[in-house]
T-cell receptor
Framework: EAQVTQNPRYLITVTGKKLTVTCSQNMNHEYMSWYRQDPGLGLRQIYYSMNVEVTDKGDVPEGYKVSRKEKRNFPLILESPSPNQTSLYFC??????????FGNGTRLTVT | LAKTTQPISMDSYEGQEVNITCSHNNIATNDYITWYQQFPSQGPRFIIQGYKTKVTNEVASLFIPADRKSSTLSLPRVSLSDTAVYYCLVGGLKTGANNLFFGTGTRLTVIP
């Protein structure tokens, strides 16, 4: 089954403790991206990647890192999480046709 | 970067046709128009995509006028399960519009 898999689904952590949210897709898509969703603000793009070793900033990249060492994986890294990064995170992938396929989301709480 | 403007919310009764219009005045020549549906705590789901005129699939229709500065998503005979947030996106990976902007979308509430 074609899918985008994010892990974990839920994560509670404390300020400053490094964490990684994984994202994997099995559709051989070149394009992958990360979004965060907050009430009243809609979906905002954090980072995106056009292919292996090619990443670029989205609208809200501060406090986040990404890497794209393999085509299927696009992890989101929070080196020193802060409470304002408490949010619902979505990973997505696409072929060149722009129909994005989203994962089921990761709800992160930073205390 | 072509951004979009949509109504914040809409209400409709079950069985009615719903039209949600999106404004995208700065659309570029090679940009596509894509609509997504999102239920609470789920990732957005692709509904329909078009470039010009009219596109129809089993779920919805998309109407795009000649100037392409707006588009209208049409949902025929909505049901309670169509209650969701609908997003209009303009851009296209083929054209280099990689920073895909979702915005806040339109919250559709279907009333029994």
């Amino acid at each position: 089954e074609a899918q985008v898999t994010q892990n974990p689904r839920y994560l509670i952590t404390v300020t400053g403790k490094k964490l990684t949210v994984t994202c994997s897709q099995n559709m051989n898509h070149e394009y992958m991206s990360w979004y965060r969703q907050d009430p009243g603000l809609g979906l905002r793009q954090i980072y995106y990647s056009m292919n292996v070793e090619v990443t670029d900033k989205g609208d809200v990249p501060e406090g986040y890192k990404v890497s794209r060492k393999e085509k299927r994986n696009f992890p989101l890294i929070l080196e020193s999480p802060s409470p304002n990064q408490t949010s619902l995170y979505f990973c997505a992938s696409s072929d060149a046709g722009m129909a994005l396929h989203f994962g089921n989301g990761t709800r992160l709480t930073v205390t | 970067l072509a951004k979009t403007t949509q109504p914040i919310s809409m209400d409709s009764y079950e069985g009615q046709e719903v039209n949600i219009t999106c404004s995208h005045n700065n659309i570029a020549t090679n940009d596509y128009i894509t609509w997504y549906q999102q239920f609470p705590s789920q990732g957005p789901r692709f509904i329909i995509q078009g470039y010009k005129t009219k596109v129809t699939n089993e779920v919805a229709s998309l109407f795009i006028p000649a100037d392409r500065k707006s588009s209208t998503l049409s949902l025929p005979r909505v049901s309670l399960s169509d209650t969701a947030v609908y997003y209009c996106l303009v851009g296209g990976l083929k054209t280099g519009a990689n920073n895909l902007f979702f915005g806040t979308g339109t919250r559709l509430t279907v009333i029994p």
